[in-house]
């Protein structure tokens, strides 16, 4: 600190004179050198400020902003904004998985509800089948009871061909008769009083085939004599066929409106 009095420095802690000391006589505080004040002769012009500088700034590069801002326009490119750069950041953030290692991405709504995965196992496809399979049934059993007059009239004739037929037909009832028994109907309409009455109309034919094969057996056995009709086992074979065909009539009373309905045949109580 200098006295602007001329008679020396002046202490910058305690303010005394310290003339040309190099440290302060009253406080012991170090001095600073004094300035070297410059002779006439060391002016130098370059000392003094140059507000052309400021001027050659101005006329140069503000003219070459502003054109480099008018090609940025006319390029179309956007103009740099912080929401370019949140969006940039958002792109580059990773991807997370979930505990499986399945990549997950965020839910979509398609805006439609969930499509049907069809009918329930005892919906309209399982009444279907069902119903098929009993067509199948009584497609078998048209075909032995068709067959059935043509080995009792050969029997009649002493033909043992016409006996080895109806043994034949015998068997065929009794799986079917078993068949029957194991059908399930459940999906149909009233299903459990359509498969009793099959049931019972097939129980009735095995039960008068088995009689006809035993009527067969003993009018070949014995020579082909004697009456037919009065035969006890020939007679309880029509019984037993009458039987059978009231039950036949009730059950296809009942099959009318399931065979309408899945395009099946329409039986008739004497082809079955």
Not at 43 to 69: E, H, K, M, Q, Y
Not at 117 to 140: C, Y
Request: proline share 7%; charged share 20%; net charge negative.
């Amino acid at each position: 600190m200098v006295d602007e009095s001329g008679s020396g420095r002046l202490c910058g802690r305690c303010g005394a004179d310290a003339g040309n000391l190099d440290r302060c006589p009253r406080c012991g505080a170090a001095l600073a050198e004094p300035p070297a004040q410059a002779g006439d002769g060391d002016w130098d012009p370059w000392d003094r400020p140059r507000p052309w500088t400021s001027l050659v700034f101005l006329g140069l590069i503000l003219p070459a902003l502003a054109l480099a801002l008018v090609w940025w326009i006319a390029s179309g490119l956007p103009l740099p904004s912080g929401e370019g750069d949140t969006q940039a950041r958002q792109d580059e953030a990773p991807v997370l998985a979930d505990a499986t290692g399945v990549t997950s991405s965020p839910p979509t709504d398609t805006g439609s509800p969930p499509a049907d995965t069809g009918s329930p196992a005892t919906g309209t496809g399982q009444a279907a089948r069902q119903a098929a399979g009993l067509d199948d049934l009584l497609t078998n059993s048209h075909s032995t009871r068709a067959s059935l007059s043509g080995a009792i009239a050969r029997a009649s004739k002493c033909e043992r061909a016409g006996m080895n037929a109806i043994q034949k037909i015998t068997v065929n009832r009794r799986d079917q008769l078993t068949m029957a028994q194991a059908l399930d109907l459940t999906a149909l309409p009233e299903g459990p009083a359509l498969k009793a009455s099959l049931v019972a109309a097939l129980d009735a034919s095995y039960s008068a085939d088995a009689a006809f094969l035993t009527w067969a057996r003993r009018h070949l056995a014995k020579g082909c004599t004697g009456p037919i009709v009065r035969d006890p086992d020939y007679r309880r074979g029509l019984d037993k066929s009458g039987d059978a065909q009231t039950a036949k009539a009730r059950f296809v009373e009942a099959w009318r409106p399931i065979a309408e309905t899945y395009g099946l045949t329409h039986w008739k109580a004497d082809d079955i």
